[in-house]
C-alpha cells in the first residue's frame, strides 16, 4: 500500500508538471463552455459543460461526469477531455468536467461539495435525477466511488482510466451499476493490481464489474489512442480489449 501510495503521489505530480505535453487543439475546445458557482465566501466551483449532439433545451439529458486527474486545473481538464472524455459513445449525454476547487484532487472533495456540484447542475440544466454516469482516471478515479457513495441513487455507472477502491465501502445501492476498470497496460503494476483487487470487491455486490487493459499505454493517455476502444467495452457486450 505503501508503494501504490508513492505511486499516486508521483502521477498527481505528473499531472500538475507535465507542461507542455498537455498540447489540446483549439478545435477540440470550440463547444467547451464554463460555468461558476460560490459555494462559500471564499472557494468557487468551476467546471466546464459540453452539450450533447444535437441539443435541445427542451429535453431532459443523462449527465456524463468526467473527473480528471492530478489537481484538476484547466490545463489538465482540457487535455483530459481531449484523451478521455470525448467520445462518440457520449454524444447524446451532457458532459460535466469539474475543476479540483481551490487546486485540490476531486478525490479530495467531500460529500458536501460533491452534492452542491450535483445541485448546481441540476439547477442549471435539464437533466435526469437518475441513470448517470461517472469515469475518472488517477486521482479522478478514486474520486469517482467518492461520488457514487455521495449519491448512490443518481448513477448507473463507472470507468476508471485507472482508479479503484481505498477504504470505502461499497454500497448495497450499487447494485444495479455496471463498472469497467480500466489501466494502460504501461503503467505501475499496482496500478494493475489494484483493479484485480477492486473488481474483487465488486464482484458479486454490482451489476457488471470487468477489467480492461489499454494496450500500449501508461497512465497519461496518448491522444494517438482510439478511447472509443475503451467505451465500446462499456456500451456494447463483447467489445475488443485493445
Known sequence: MKKLTYCIILICLGFST???KFYV???????????TF?????????????????YDPSTTYKVFLGLSGG?????????????????KYL??????????????????????????????IMKRQKVTDQDWMLAGTSMGGFATFNFANARPNLFEGII????????????????????????GELDEANWITLNEETKSKLKGKVKSVETFIIKGQSHIISPEYDIDNVYRQYFMEGGSNE
Not at 487543439?25 to 460555468?35: A, Q, R
Not at 460560490?38 to 444535437?54: Q, S, V
Not at 476508471?160 to 489501466?183: D, H, M
Request: aromatic residues 12%.
Open 71 to 87: 489537481n484538476a486545473n484547466e490545463q489538465i481538464v482540457n487535455y483530459c477531455y481531449y484523451t478521455l472524455f470525448d467520445s
Open 18 to 20: 507535465y507542461g507542455q
Open 25 to 35: 487543439p483549439d478545435s477540440i475546445l470550440t463547444n467547451v463552455e464554463s460555468s
Open 91 to 120: 454524444e447524446n449525454y451532457l458532459t460535466i468536467l469539474p475543476l479540483g476547487p481551490s487546486g485540490r484532487p476531486l478525490s479530495d472533495i467531500d460529500s458536501t461539495e460533491i452534492n452542491l456540484l450535483i445541485e448546481d
Open 160 to 183: 476508471t482510466f485507472p482508479g479503484g477502491l481505498r477504504s470505502e465501502e461499497i454500497s448495497e445501492k450499487w447494485a444495479n451499476y455496471k463498472i469497467l476498470l480500466a489501466v
Open 38 to 54: 460560490e459555494y462559500t465566501r471564499t472557494i468557487a466551483f468551476n467546471y466546464k459543460i459540453i452539450y450533447p449532439k444535437n
